[in-house]
């Protein structure tokens, strides 16, 4: 597997990107994350976005973080957010969400940011292992769906 930084835009990002909202559809039935996005979130030094590719050179893997400070919405100073962590269906249970999350956490490490936060929900169990596996811990939720009783908040300091 390869992990390169793509743009958010990317035709690769765009299309992994369609396939999760499909997929948070079906769990949740609600159209997908509505967290407004955009490209620019992404940018360094103010976050990333990174697909891995496998040996076909075809997309399996995606995740960004983007950068957030104290505000309305419950995030504090120096946050890193995780967004749009995925693995394409075929290609799940080889650890490359894994290797996406520890590729995104030294990068926002790099970047001066002092957490990694996510928000996840009740009908991901699989996202939920992986985080509190890899060292994530229950926190205050925020962003767009900290009212949502399904809501789920997480955060590992970096």
């Not at 650890?95 to 520890?102: H, K, M, Q, S, V």
Request: include cysteine.
């Amino acid at each position: 597997m390869i992990i390169r930084r793509v743009s958010f835009d990317h035709p690769d990002a765009v299309k992994l990107n369609d396939q999760v909202q499909a997929e948070y559809h079906v769990r949740y039935g609600d159209g997908g994350d509505a967290t407004p996005l955009d490209p620019s979130h992404f940018d360094p030094p103010n976050g990333v976005y990174f697909i891995a590719y496998d040996e076909d050179d075809s997309p399996v893997a995606t995740g960004g973080w983007r950068a957030q400070d104290a505000n309305d919405e419950g995030y504090a100073d120096g946050d890193a957010e995780l967004k749009r962590m995925y693995v394409v269906e075929g290609m799940r249970g080889r650890g490359l969400a894994r290797r996406i999350l520890a590729a995104l956490e030294e990068d926002a490490r790099s970047a001066g940011r002092a957490r990694m936060v996510l928000e996840t929900g009740t009908k991901q169990p699989e996202a939920i292992a992986l985080y509190t596996s890899s060292g994530y811990e229950p926190c205050e939720k925020f962003g767009y769906y900290r009212e949502y009783e399904s809501s789920r908040c997480f955060a590992k300091a970096l």
